[in-house]
């Protein structure tokens, strides 16, 4: 089955750096990425996804970055501020019947000010 | 904004009880999902459900595991004799298709004593 490696697994900026978090999946039938925040006590939440006919896509500050070929895929985090402390998950997504989404293991950001 | 919400929030129970977790996923998709988050651990699929039965499971879902649909409104996940290791938060989730951005709720906390 799938299996999504995350790096790193904490990060650690100062306000107004970049922060970049990346992923490895395995399946290369996979062909839809993710990224969820999750803040402290609560669910995922949807932050940005790109699917696999994109190499990438952004929203304001955030930014997520696929290749295909090396089936790696990243998000960018510009002028961090420090709400956007949290965990951060990638995941992918296979092309089976289930829409089973498989996850990363996490990246907990801390935005120092 | 449609959210997904889930009650309880925090269950605790005694190895080998039944608990049932309760969801009301947004009100106009279609597919549902548990996942489960061991303390520390990746975010894990469990299953999927689509036009009232299973579209996909992982290996944890065992036989100690059920969901079900029981009006139109909530999507409800039974521990038939939970163990020790269960003890994590799951998370449910729901989309409006297949290959669709899925929207996670706030967890339930189940600790097994």
């Known amino acids: 089955g799938e299996n999504v490696e995350q790096h790193p697994s904490t990060l650690s900026v100062q306000e107004g750096d970049s922060a970049v978090i990346k992923c490895t999946y395995s399946d290369s039938a996979s062909n839809y990425f993710p990224w969820y925040k999750q803040e402290l006590g609560k669910g995922p939440q949807l932050i940005i996804d790109i699917r696999s006919n994109v190499g990438e896509k952004k929203d304001q500050r955030i930014a997520v970055t696929l290749n295909k070929t090396a089936k790696h895929f990243s998000l960018h985090i510009t002028e961090t501020q420090p709400e956007d402390s949290a965990v951060y998950f990638c995941?992918?997504?296979?092309?089976?019947?289930?829409?089973?989404?498989?996850f990363g293991g996490g990246t907990r950001l801390m935005v120092k000010p | 904004e449609p959210e997904v919400t889930q009650t309880p929030s925090h269950q605790v129970t005694q190895m080998g009880q039944e608990v049932i977790l309760r969801c009301v996923p947004i009100s106009n998709h279609l597919y549902f999902y548990w996942y489960r988050q061991i303390l520390g651990q990746k975010v894990e699929f469990l299953v999927s459900?689509?036009?009232?039965?299973?579209?996909?499971k992982s290996e944890i879902f065992d036989d100690q595991f059920s969901v079900e649909r029981p009006d139109g409104s909530n999507f409800t996940l039974k521990i038939r004799s939970t163990k020790l290791e269960d003890s994590a938060m799951y998370f449910c989730?729901?989309?409006?298709?297949?290959?669709?951005?899925?929207?996670f709720g706030p967890g339930t906390r189940l600790l097994v004593l």
């Open positions: 459900f689509y036009n009232n039965e299973i579209s996909e």
């Open positions: 995941a992918a997504r296979g092309p089976g019947a289930g829409n089973m989404l498989t």
């Open positions: 989730a729901s989309s409006s298709g297949i290959g669709e951005t899925q929207y």
